[in-house]
């Protein structure tokens, strides 16, 4: 009986220890659920933190990734935006990258009007157009927003919160759009500069 036991106790002092659970990759059009359950797509990374539309819910909601671990809570909501701070880091990598775009983002410098930007839409896919416009003042059914860029992108009905970059430099977040892809529209955006220095956050790059 001695053996048998001396014999199980090296078995078990020598078993292999559980493979650690690898980080869960967030880019830009990620999709997010919000407690509340609005709509919440991530947008560019922020170190530590995501940027989410205002549907994802007040300050406070408990924002999920993949899989329905909770990221972190909505910590700020401004008229065009809403922060995400990340309480788990180590559950999740934050990637400098576009879902469904080509390169890596490598900084924020915006482009000026007649320069080309890009998005990716849920039902249209890459399309790019230039920029026409900047700070456009323009009414949606939940107010006036200021310091709107205006491009030709067409949008399309999941362009929402969807990100706009000119190469490898993030540009900003859709958040109105009139038009078609068929016919031909106007696409509005907030610059990431403005939310990048008014929160006093860092844009991961690659």
Same mark, same amino acid.
């Given at each position: ?95 400098? %990258? &576009?879902?469904?775009?080509? +390169? /890596? =983002? !490598? $900084?924020?410098?915006? @482009? ?24 456009? %003042? &323009?009414?949606?059914?939940? +107010? /006036? =927003? !200021? $310091?709107?860029?205006? @491009? ?33 529209? !106007? ?20």
């Amino acid at each position: 009986m001695r053996t048998l036991l001396i014999a199980l106790a090296l078995l078990l002092g020598t078993a292999a220890p559980a493979a650690a659970v690898a980080p869960t990759p967030l880019e830009a059009g990620t999709p997010l659920t919000a407690a509340g359950g609005g709509r919440c797509p991530n947008g560019f990374n922020a170190r530590g933190h995501l940027l989410v539309p205002t549907s994802c819910g007040p300050v406070g909601t408990l924002v999920s990734g993949p899989g329905g671990v909770v990221v972190g809570p909505i910590t700020a909501v401004r008229p065009t935006y809403a922060v995400v701070t990340i309480t788990n880091p180590a559950a999740w990598v934050q990637r400098p %990258t &576009v879902a469904g775009a080509p +390169g /890596t =983002i !490598t $900084g924020s410098a915006e @482009t000026a009007v007649g320069g080309s930007v890009c998005r990716v839409g849920g039902v249209t896919g890459l399309r790019c157009g230039t920029v026409q416009q900047k700070n456009a %003042t &323009v009414s949606f059914p939940g +107010g /006036t =927003i !200021t $310091g709107l860029t205006r @491009t030709n992108l067409c949008p399309d009905g999941r362009d929402h919160w969807v990100a706009v970059f000119s190469g490898s430099q993030a540009q900003g977040h859709v958040i109105g759009g009139s038009g078609s892809c068929t016919s031909g529209g !106007t696409t509005w955006f907030y610059p990431l500069n403005r939310v990048l220095a008014a929160e006093g956050l860092t844009l991961v790059t690659g």
